[in-house]
């Protein structure tokens, strides 16, 4: 459906973004502190899907960037 054609190309341009920041950390602590800020709102938890996603984004991020 082109419902599931959105979200396979919006997970797609989520997986490129991360994928560009591996060979730029300034780029990582940059979108890390933007998810930061969103997940700061008061309606950020209105949508749990989208929330998930971006909390998921985040720990990935951090882990190229703090590995264990």
Known sequence: TLSEI????????????????IFDPD???????????ISAKDDFWNDNISAQKLMKERMLLLDKIEPV
């Open 6 to 21: 959105k979200n396979a190309v919006a997970n797609i341009k989520e997986q490129t973004e991360i994928l560009r920041g």
């Open 27 to 37: 780029s990582i602590y940059k979108r890390i502190k933007e998810i930061d800020e």
